[in-house]
């Protein structure tokens, strides 16, 4: 039976931290079987990328929010959580609910009636705090702690890169970096014509890409 995006999602998340395989391996492993459609391998890519890229963010955010602590939490829940706040902070094509719904559902499945509450509970609070975006760190953090936090980057480099850049080239960096990378597509013009390809990507995935 062929799994959803986001469960999938967190089996390699979950390999991701068994092992020192590259995300690239085990997405286009992912992508190899059963039948997948565009909209889920691009949800997949998205959600995988996107937890590693604003891991100590979503760290930070679940720690406050759960009282023993992340950590503390069995591994496939900790990575639901990671992935629900994800979807509920930055993707803002994926309702509330169904981000919400689906990692309560998972939870039931890799948990059981405890976790479930929790991670139901933790979601739904994340959503009345902040209406499911742009969280809020406290102004009692340390700047550099503030920084860390908000770009999701390790202590250790940011102070490293303060200390050769100054901070103001230190956050230009950090801005140019925090966002996923924008895709381009190249036509192979002996099969397809540029303006066939943008004709049926158009048709296929309205409004998920501009031409150039």
Partial sequence: MEIS????????????EESNELIKHLLERSFSGGK???????????????VIRRKIELEYILNHMVKKGLNNLPKMIRIILMIGIYQLEYLDRIPAYSAVNESVELARKYGHSGTVRLVNAVLRNYLRMHNGRTNKIPEALDRIERIMVKYSMPLFILRKWINEFGEEKTLLILESISN??????????????????????????EGDYEPK
């Fill in 180 to 205: 996923a990378p924008k895709v381009s597509i190249r036509a192979n013009t002996l099969k397809i014509s540029r303006e066939q390809l943008v004709r049926e990507l158009s048709e296929a995935h």
């Fill in 36 to 50: 997948q459609s565009f909209e889920d391998r691009k949800l997949k890519t998205e959600i995988v990328n996107g």
């Fill in 5 to 16: 995006a986001r469960e999938s999602s967190i089996k390699i998340l979950s390999r991701l």
